[in-house]
């Protein structure tokens, strides 16, 4: 798994982590970050490095071989026997912002201890 799926990741499952100000400073941030693979990942890792308990949640993704199953190829499409596409890497951003907005703008925060 890469830091942009465990990240996204984090996003869709944990959005709790989130506080309200680390959402609308994401919301702010993620649109104008690079859409190139290599420069989103270093973009994202900047981020989320300043936010020790997201940064912490998105490592636990990284390095937990089971949380790859909803990116990967074994993924079965619903209804059919078929495997669901692989990610392309300038899906990663699309996916980014449609987490962000699908978890975190107007939804409930719960307060992120530190």
């Not at 100000?21 to 690079?34: M, N, V």
């Not at 940064?55 to 390095?63: H, I, N, V």
């Not at 990116?71 to 692989?86: C, H, I, M, Q």
Request: aromatic share 8%; proline share 6%.
């Amino acid at each position: 798994m890469s830091l942009h799926k465990a990240f996204i990741s984090t996003i869709a499952e944990q959005p709790e982590l989130f506080s309200p100000e680390d959402s609308q400073d994401l919301l702010e941030q993620a649109p104008t970050w690079s859409e190139d693979e290599v420069e989103l990942g270093n973009q994202i890792y900047k981020w989320a490095k300043a936010r020790k308990n997201i940064y912490g949640a998105a490592l636990d993704r990284l390095s937990n071989k089971d949380s790859d199953k909803s990116f990967s190829g074994d993924v079965r499409l619903p209804g059919s026997g078929t495997k669901a596409p692989e990610i392309k890497a300038e899906d990663y951003k699309p996916m980014l912002l449609n987490a962000i907005h699908r978890n975190l703008v107007n939804q409930p925060q719960a307060t992120a201890s530190s």
